[in-house]
Structures are given as C-alpha cells and as structure tokens.
T-cell receptor
Framework: GDSVTQKQGQVTLSEDDFLFINCTYS??????LFWYVQYPGQGPQLLLK?????NKGISRGFEATYDKGTTSFHLQKASVQESDSAVYFCALVERNMGYKLTFGTGTSLLVDP | EAAVTQSPRSKVAVTGGKVTLSCHQTNNHDYMYWYRQDTGHGLRLIHYSYVADSTEKGDIPDGYKASRPSQENFSLILELASLSQTAVYFCASSGTPDAEQFFGPGTRLTVL
C-alpha cells in the first residue's frame, strides 16, 4: 500500500489565506520527511526536510511538524501569495525501504490574486 | 549554472523504437535517480545508482534499463518503447540517500 498519502489533489485559495496541506505516512520506523515543490515546467525542488532530531522545518514562510503520534507531516503557511502557486509533494526516506525516496501524489495549489 | 541537466528536453518516439534519455550532473554526487511523473501518481522511481558502473532497480523498472558509465552521467534506456511509457521523466542526484535530491528540468516523452 501507499506509504505517503496526500488526500487533497487540488487546493484553491486567495492571497493572504491560510494554507494547510495534509500529509500522512505509514512506515515501520521513523523516516526522514520532506516537502518538495514543483513549479510549472520545472523539476521538484526541496522546500523542507525534517528528521526525528529536529521535528520541525521552516522555510520561506512554510512550516511542517513531524508528528510521530499521528504519523502526519502537514504543510502550513500563514499567508499565501500568488507566487506560491505550484504542486507540493510530501515524501519520505526510510532505511527499511532501502532509503528510496517515496513521493505522495501531490497537491496542486492555485492562489488567486 | 544548472547542476543537473537532461537531454533531450522533449522526444517523440514510435512504438517499438529505442529511446535513450541522458542525464548529467556537476554536483559531485554519488547517487543518481530516474523517475517518471504521471498525473495522479506523483513521481515514481525507475532506477537508481550509487556508484559508477552499477545500477539498481527502483519501484517500476519493467521496460526500462539504466546505465551509469561515470559518476556524472546516468542514462535511461527504453529498448522497445510502448504507449504506456508516455510521461515526463526526471533525473536527480544526491550526496547521500537521505539527503536533498536535486532534480533536472525533465524530459517529456511521447510514444506514438
């Protein structure tokens, strides 16, 4: 089964709205967790990385917290801008999975000006 | 200067033909990867390599071969292209398997 789940396929917001993108994972150990962002016509690029050592990542106004209890790694931003429009992927790497990066299906964010 | 480059950027191939996608990185990374991206599936790992002259199967290797002739270069080979292999292909590199991966700009492959 899927080890990374993003239930929201598409999110549409207005500028200055609060962003919340859901991500849950299913693994047997404690993985390293990532959020990647993909702008149109480009490859994905790293937004955040969180390990069991630091538990929380913050970058460019985005933040995500590693919650081992609920096995979640939701992405949040207090106030989105039109330039944040992109596809966001949750991903994980786990030793028991051969350290292969496993992606969620992605959430497409559209921010209206 | 882009650290991971891919060629070609787009390709139209015929069913049953051979296709080679190339990737070059200047990151001095040991690990390189090939992914395909399809709508609704995110990115899925096809092959990867952690050292020159050696490749490993990813999650969806069927119908694909890979070649790593040097640390900098990693190729993906479709010996007999099929319609189902129409997708966008991304190459990436990383210094260690749990580190950030740096992606190329992608190759859009259309098999007719």
């Amino acid at each position: 089964g899927d080890s990374v789940t993003q239930k929201q396929g598409q999110v549409t917001l207005s500028e200055d709205d609060f962003l919340f993108i859901n991500c849950t994972y299913s693994t047997t150990t404690y993985p390293t967790l990532f959020w990647y962002v993909q702008y149109p016509g480009q490859g994905p690029q790293l937004l955040l990385k969180v390990t069991t050592a630091n538990n929380k990542g913050i970058s460019r106004g985005f933040e995500a917290t590693y919650d081992k209890g609920t096995t979640s790694f939701h992405l949040q931003k207090a106030s989105v801008q039109e330039s944040d429009s992109a596809v966001y992927f949750c991903a994980l790497v786990e030793r028991n999975m051969g350290y292969k990066l496993t992606f969620g299906t992605g959430t497409s964010l559209l921010v209206d000006p | 200067e882009a650290a991971v480059t891919q060629s070609p950027r787009s390709k139209v191939a015929v069913t049953g033909g051979k296709v080679t996608l190339s990737c070059h990185q200047t990151n001095n990374h040991d690990y390189m990867y090939w992914y395909r991206q399809d709508t609704g599936h995110g990115l899925r790992l096809i092959h990867y390599s952690y050292v020159a002259d050696s490749t490993e199967k990813g999650d969806i290797p069927d119908g694909y071969k890979a070649s790593r002739p040097s640390q900098e270069n990693f190729s993906l080979i479709l010996e007999l292209a099929s319609l189902s292999q129409t997708a966008v292909y991304f190459c990436a590199s990383s210094g260690t398997p749990d580190a950030e991966q740096f992606f190329g700009p992608g190759t859009r492959l259309t098999v007719l």
